[in-house]
């Protein structure tokens, strides 16, 4: 997940993040937008609001994304995850 710590919504994105691993098992890596990897994975994946959930697969194709203020359920993101 691309975000920006230290924002107006990075509380709720740290928390999905923390809930996510503790309901699901699976960690959400997140990315600080800030940062030079941060911007380097948003033009990859052409990410353009944040916060941006994507799932990838191994080999770093996009299954599917999310971006803006409405994340999405965590039952449909673990769907993706396979």
Avoid: C, K
């Avoid at 107006?8 to 691993?21: I, L, M």
């Avoid at 959400?28 to 990838?56: C, F, Q």
């Amino acid at each position: 997940m691309l975000y920006r710590p230290n924002s107006e919504g990075s509380r709720v994105v740290e928390e999905y993040a923390r809930d996510f691993q503790r309901l699901r098992g699976r960690q959400i890596d997140l990315v600080n937008l800030n940062t030079r990897e941060g911007s380097a994975v948003a033009s990859l994946y052409d990410m353009v609001r944040s916060p941006s959930l994507m799932v990838l697969r191994d080999d770093g194709q996009m299954v599917m994304e999310w971006q803006g203020d409405h994340l999405p359920l965590m039952n449909e993101v673990a769907g993706y995850l396979g």
